[in-house]
């Protein structure tokens, strides 16, 4: 089944650091560029997080409510990627999901998405 | 920062309706557009991509069409699994960004 997961959300402290991870299965993960995208409480989504292939050299770009705090990876070999969150605010609660994206054919760009994991940041 | 300008912000209709939501994009992002559709607890569900290819799966009634800046998402005849809402998105130039949303309700 192609499908992504992410993992690792949970409840924590303001100004701690968390890290979620996205994993996929089903495609070649490797060839895809990922996205995260997140979700406040009865808001609307917010786009805060891409990462390139290893083939256009992983680089990454980031939104300006996150840039400076939150670092985006991959490990291809696990199928995974990553958001490092840290000096978290209690503004970053929110649903996290990922969504893969076709460099070469936008018929993959953003057609495939987790169920997203809840980041709650309170004290 | 490209910002996208979505409307309306919410709507009521009817089933059978005819609905039109529009996004305006700030600057040219030729077809890099992609609307979503979102119901209570579920994930984005991509409807249309490069701005007027229809997504594998997705009802004809839905189509979309590119007017310059201006994007139209057209549901042809509302249906009762229609009321959600609905979200733009621009990928042509970082940091992407998502309209706003439009919330369709039953009328």
């Known amino acids: 089944e192609v499908q992504l997961v992410e993992s690792g959300g949970g409840l924590v402290q303001p100004g701690r650091s968390l890290r979620i991870s996205c994993t996929g299965s089903g495609f070649l993960f490797g060839a895809h560029a990922i996205n995260w995208v997140r979700q406040a409480p009865g808001k609307g989504l917010e786009w805060i997080a891409f990462i390139r292939t290893e083939a256009y050299g992983a680089t990454t770009e980031y939104a300006a409510s996150v840039k400076g705090r939150f670092t985006i990876s991959r490990d291809d070999s696990k199928d995974t990627a990553y958001l490092q969150m840290n000096s978290l605010k209690t503004e970053d609660t929110a649903v996290y999901l990922c969504?893969?994206?076709?460099?070469?054919?936008?018929?993959?760009?953003?057609?495939?998405w987790g169920q997203g994991t809840l980041v709650t940041v309170s004290s | 920062d490209i910002q996208m300008t979505q409307s309306p912000s919410a709507m009521s209709a009817s089933v059978g309706d005819r609905v039109t939501i529009t996004c305006r994009a700030s600057?040219?992002?030729?077809?890099?557009l992609a609307w979503f559709q979102q119901k209570p607890g579920e994930v984005p569900k991509r409807l249309i991509y490069?701005?007027?290819r229809l997504q594998s799966g997705v009802p004809a009634r839905f189509s979309g069409s590119r007017s310059g800046t201006d994007f139209t998402l057209t549901i042809s005849s509302l249906q009762p699994e229609d009321f959600a809402t609905y979200y733009c998105l621009q990928h042509s130039v970082h940091p992407f960004t998502f309209g706003p949303g439009t919330k369709v309700e039953i009328k």
């Open positions: 600057q040219g992002i030729n077809n890099y």
């Open positions: 490069a701005a007027s």
């Open positions: 969504s893969r994206y076709s460099l070469s054919d936008w018929a993959f760009t953003f057609d495939l």
